[in-house]
């Protein structure tokens, strides 16, 4: 059970380095340099706990793919914490299991269950909800209150990267030489990196500087270290816990206490306010993850 409070608190403070990133740096090259070295962090982490193997074609390119999309995905992540509050970004994208069922029922025509159908009715009821939600006006001076047209639509896009990303993830697990997993999260995060650094240093070529860095090089270093050994944890000590869990009770604890926690951290600490749909959507939220997982 230890390493499943660790894993869960790695994930808190990777939630919180990304909301604290967004507090202070807006620049995109900025974004994109903190993904950098977040990335090289844990692919560092990924080749000490075994996964620095040379992988087959398919494993490779599978990798590659699941690159291009991390990159894009937690690069929108970061758009996300800064448009939106951070409380009602987290209950849609942890609605991405959507993705990977819709493509199940509708591509590959797998049966539609119980389980499906509950899980398919809450993402839905959030989605429709967080779009209220993010409109609803309220006397309470100390929250602040952000519209859904400004922080929604791109939610939902990083909700959809999420989703093919957890497909990627289950696809490799199944397919990992020997098991060791770790090799495709070692390949991945490598290529990952590699395409952030290169994207740099095409910039930095081109004369692009980088002043909020230059500016605040002590926060901007210290959140992007913590980012990477936050997201190393969340990878590798689930792997752990895993060994003492079954999946599916770890999988969806996991997303239950972590969407439950920085839905308080938003709500407590950084005062964005929500109606009272924001706590029906943390209902239906951990409903449909629940429901999702047994699917």
Same mark, same amino acid.
């Given at each position: 059970?230890?390493?499943?409070?660790?894993?869960?608190?790695?994930?808190?403070?990777?939630?919180?380095?990304?909301?604290?990133?967004? &507090?202070?740096?807006?620049?995109?090259?900025?974004?994109?340099?903190?993904?950098?070295?977040?990335?090289?962090?844990?692919?560092?982490?990924?080749?000490?706990?075994?996964?620095?193997?040379?992988?087959?074609?398919?494993?490779?390119?599978?990798?590659?793919?699941?690159?291009?999309?991390?990159?894009?995905?937690?690069?929108?992540?970061?758009?996300?914490?800064? &448009? /939106?509050?951070?409380?009602?970004?987290?209950?849609?994208?942890?609605?991405?299991?959507?993705?990977?069922?819709?493509?199940?029922?509708?591509?590959?025509?797998?049966?539609? *269950?119980?389980?499906?159908?509950?899980?398919?009715?809450?993402?839905?009821?959030?989605?429709?909800?967080?779009?209220?939600? /993010?409109?609803?006006?309220?006397?309470?001076?100390?929250?602040?209150?952000?519209?859904?047209?400004?922080?929604?639509?791109?939610?939902?896009?990083?909700?959809?990267?999420? /989703?093919?990303?957890?497909?990627?993830?289950?696809?490799?697990?199944?397919?990992?030489? *020997?098991?060791?997993?770790?090799?495709?999260?070692?390949?991945?995060?490598?290529? /990952?990196?590699?395409?952030?650094?290169?994207?740099?240093?095409?910039?930095?070529?081109?004369?692009?500087?980088?002043?909020?860095?230059? &500016?605040?090089? &002590?926060?901007?270093?210290?959140?992007?270290?913590?980012?990477?050994?936050?997201?190393?944890?969340?990878?590798?000590?689930?792997?752990?816990?895993?060994?003492?869990?079954?999946?599916?009770?770890?999988?969806?604890?996991?997303?239950?206490?972590?969407?439950?926690?920085?839905?308080?951290?938003?709500?407590?600490?950084?005062?964005?306010?929500?109606?009272?749909?924001?706590?029906?959507?943390?209902?239906?939220?951990?409903?449909?993850?629940?429901?999702?997982?047994?699917?």
């Amino acid at each position: 059970m230890h390493f499943f409070i660790l894993a869960f608190l790695s994930a808190f403070m990777r939630n919180i380095c990304n909301k604290e990133f967004t &507090k202070r740096f807006t620049a995109g090259e900025t974004n994109l340099f903190y993904q950098a070295i977040t990335l090289t962090v844990t692919c560092f982490f990924s080749a000490v706990a075994g996964g620095m193997h040379a992988p087959n074609m398919l494993f490779l390119i599978m990798s590659t793919v699941y690159a291009v999309v991390f990159v894009a995905t937690v690069y929108l992540m970061i758009v996300c914490y800064s &448009k /939106g509050p951070m409380a009602l970004v987290s209950l849609v994208l942890s609605m991405s299991s959507i993705v990977p069922v819709l493509v199940g029922l509708i591509g590959f025509r797998e049966e539609m *269950n119980l389980f499906k159908g509950i899980g398919l009715v809450c993402a839905f009821t959030v989605l429709i909800l967080s779009w209220r939600d /993010g409109e609803a006006k309220s006397g309470k001076k100390k929250y602040k209150y952000i519209p859904a047209k400004i922080w929604l639509p791109v939610t939902l896009l990083c909700m959809g990267l999420n /989703g093919i990303l957890s497909s990627l993830q289950n696809m490799a697990v199944q397919w990992a030489p *020997n098991g060791n997993s770790m090799i495709f999260n070692f390949w991945s995060y490598l290529l /990952g990196a590699l395409i952030c650094w290169a994207i740099l240093l095409i910039r930095k070529i081109g004369g692009q500087k980088f002043p909020e860095v230059t &500016k605040s090089p &002590k926060s901007f270093t210290a959140l992007s270290l913590l980012s990477g050994v936050g997201c190393a944890g969340i990878n590798l000590l689930i792997m752990l816990a895993l060994v003492y869990i079954p999946s599916s009770i770890c999988y969806p604890l996991m997303s239950t206490v972590s969407t439950t926690s920085v839905f308080l951290l938003s709500l407590l600490y950084y005062k964005e306010g929500h109606s009272k749909f924001g706590y029906i959507m943390l209902v239906f939220s951990l409903v449909g993850i629940i429901s999702f997982s047994f699917a």
